[in-house]
């Protein structure tokens, strides 16, 4: 089976695409979750020797098994903590030294218990004041060099608080919740008795929570947050959502994009809205103002980040950071002129791809790289244009009888080498910049100045990571067509292979597929239903950065194979490139020595 999406077609096209699963529509039962009839309560009270979780300060177990009001089984052990119990804790319990001097230790007691609680998918582990007891537990098995396993834990604290009012309830005790529920067991300060109260107590909270919709394992997450009423209600916007990656929109009163984000399976993440896992107060806000929820479906994750990138370009939804961030980047060439110096452009003639340096993550840090090149190589930084030839009486500038420039402005007579070695640096060969670079911090760092040294070392951090990312990047920005495939495993364990298109890079088309033998067909389809390449006027005029940025990573994972590549550089870093260099930290002033 294949599924197939053309990012070249207008929103929302595609082609070959098989129904799917708990897509559009009305949501299955399966996609509600696990009932509580048929979900595993284990509901554990404990005893210990103090308040502070310890490996060793259990002195009992007390717990029930129940599934659909079911009483499954118990377990009920004294544990020797292997000291003697406080007294303040007899009094409390009842329970002294002597009880335990026979008991099993917890290193007997925990496999026992870990093995009748037998964690899993439908299973949720319930105590009274959960953090409290799930704390020892956790201390008991990370003393033993147990990991604890991966359980949804239910505190019945918390929940008697969104059930009972306080006219009720005037307090959560266990021994007041349990007279309100007539629990046929009265708490004792003993394990197994508590445990049997709380059961009692979850039960009757249970079936007051089921008209009021939570009826399966998964409300249970969320019942227990401090989320208004208001906006809980409107989890309802996540139903008919694709389980699957994609990209969704949060559409405002006026049917305008508010947010846009992206997720593996969409239909739960928007559900993660209306909960107290979002705890961003903008978004809550955002979320508070939503009519509807749009989400279109992706052959690949991959796809969904590039789609997601172009729709808070398009729309500019108002509570997206991402959408206030400059649609271009800055890049370092050389001037058009018979003198060249520096500049700093944003929009750059293709074919200046490979003589230029870029893109900078900021206009600050293209500044910061140009002052450091335009001293290595003693280029000119006056912005007067010269004539190819110049008066050879001129008097040269101070910066000329500091070394600092060659000064073609009254050297006519003489070569200017200062534009060629720029040219050098700008086209990513920067050792020499380098190792004069680390020579002058050296001499900086021995005369104890250390705040002229930063300001060096900043500026070269900035060549350094621009020239990285010109080795990352142009590769695919001059290449014009890539076809490239990677295996990837699902949380089913099984294999698909997503395959991928990219021009100039820009993301084309992705498929994906279930078997590795139809991914050289499926790749040859994705060419056939694509257009042409056409070579861009200008770099990134088609794609912005940060889109040919999740490609490259996309590519350079050991998992992703190239089918085909039709360009004029390597898909490869240079043996000698920035990646051999290696910055110096600033965490202490003598590591710049």
């Known amino acids: 089976m294949a599924r197939t999406s ?10 070959d695409v098989p129904p799917r699963h708990g897509a559009m529509g009305q949501l299955s ?53 292997g000291g003697p119990i406080p007294p303040f804790i007899t009094a409390l319990t009842g329970i002294n030294t002597a009880m335990v001097m026979k008991a099993p230790d917890i290193a007997a007691v925990l496999p026992a218990f870990l093995e009748f609680m037998n964690a899993g998918p439908e299973t949720v582990l319930v105590a009274h004041n959960a953090r409290f007891d799930v704390g020892h537990l956790k201390a ?12 949804m834990v239910l505190d019945t604290v918390k929940l008697a608080r969104r059930v009972f009012t306080k006219d009720e309830a005037p307090n959560v005790k266990l021994s007041t919740l349990a007279a309100l529920c007539h629990a046929t067991v009265s708490p004792t300060h003993r394990a197994l008795d508590d445990a049997r109260a709380t059961v009692d107590v ?21 019942v227990c947050d401090p989320v208004p009423l208001q906006r809980r209600k409107k989890a309802v916007l996540a139903d008919g959502l694709p389980q699957g990656p994609g990209v969704y929109h949060f559409i405002g009163p006026g049917g ?75 890049w370092i060439q050389l001037t058009d002129e018979p003198h060249p110096r520096l500049s700093i452009v944003r929009r750059l003639p ?16 293209a500044k910061q790289a140009m002052l450091i090149i335009t001293r290595e190589a003693k280029l000119r930084t006056c912005t007067t244009r010269l004539p190819a030839t110049v008066r050879s009486n001129a008097a040269p500038c101070h910066l000329y009888t500091m070394g600092l420039c060659y000064a073609p402005c009254a050297r006519a007579s003489e070569s200017d080498p200062a534009p060629a070695h720029a040219a050098r640096i700008l086209s990513g060969e920067f050792s020499d910049l380098w190792d004069h670079t680390m020579e002058y911090l050296g001499s900086l760092a021995r005369s104890e ?29 001059t290449a014009r067509q890539i076809m490239a495939a990677q295996r990837t495993t699902s949380s089913h364990a099984s294999t698909r292979w ?42 990134g005029a088609d794609a912005s950065v940060e889109e040919t940025e999740i490609l490259a990573h996309w590519l350079w994972q050991p998992e992703t194979r190239l089918l085909s590549y039709d360009g004029a550089l390597p898909i490869a870093v240079p043996r000698h490139g920035a990646a051999s260099h290696v910055l110096p930290r600033a965490e202490s002033q003598s590591e710049l020595d």
């Open 29 to 81: 039962f399966e996609d509600l979750g696990l009932p509580l009839y048929e979900t595993t309560f284990v509901v554990v009270d404990l005893e210990t020797t103090g308040t502070r979780p310890e490996p060793h300060s259990i002195t009992e177990f007390g717990a029930v098994k129940v599934r659909g009001g079911e009483v499954l089984g118990e377990f009920a052990t004294l544990v020797n903590p």
């Open 140 to 151: 008991a098995a990370a003393g033993l060099g147990y990991e604890w396993p991966h359980v």
């Open 449 to 477: 100045r250390f705040e002229q040294a930063a300001e060096v070392r900043d500026r070269l951090a900035a060549v350094h990571s621009a020239v990285r990312k010109r080795e990352q990047l142009l590769p695919l920005l």
């Open 6 to 15: 053309l990012l070249a077609s207008p929103p929302g096209a595609r082609i």
């Open 202 to 222: 979850l039960h009757v909270m249970l079936g007051r929570l089921g008209p009021l919709g939570v009826t399966h394992r998964e409300d249970l997450v969320t």
């Open 498 to 539: 997503e395959v991928v298109l990219i021009h100039y890079g820009k993301l084309i088309a992705s498929a994906t597929t279930d078997s590795g033998a139809h991914v050289p067909e499926l790749a040859q389809t994705l060419i056939n239903s694509s257009p042409e390449p056409k070579e861009p006027r200008y770099a």
């Open 350 to 365: 293709f074919d200046r791809l490979t003589s230029t340096l870029g893109p900078f993550s900021s206009a600050l840090a």
């Open 256 to 330: 305008e994009v508010m947010y846009v984000g992206t997720s593996v399976n969409l239909y739960h993440r928007v559900r993660q809205y209306f909960t107290a896992a979002e705890r961003r107060t903008r978004i809550a806000e955002m979320v508070d103002l939503a009519t509807r929820v749009e989400a279109i479906p992706t052959a690949t994750v991959l796809e969904a980040r590039v789609r997601e990138l172009r729709d808070i370009s398009q729309f500019d939804p108002p509570y997206n950071r991402r959408s206030r961030r400059p649609q271009t980047r800055p």
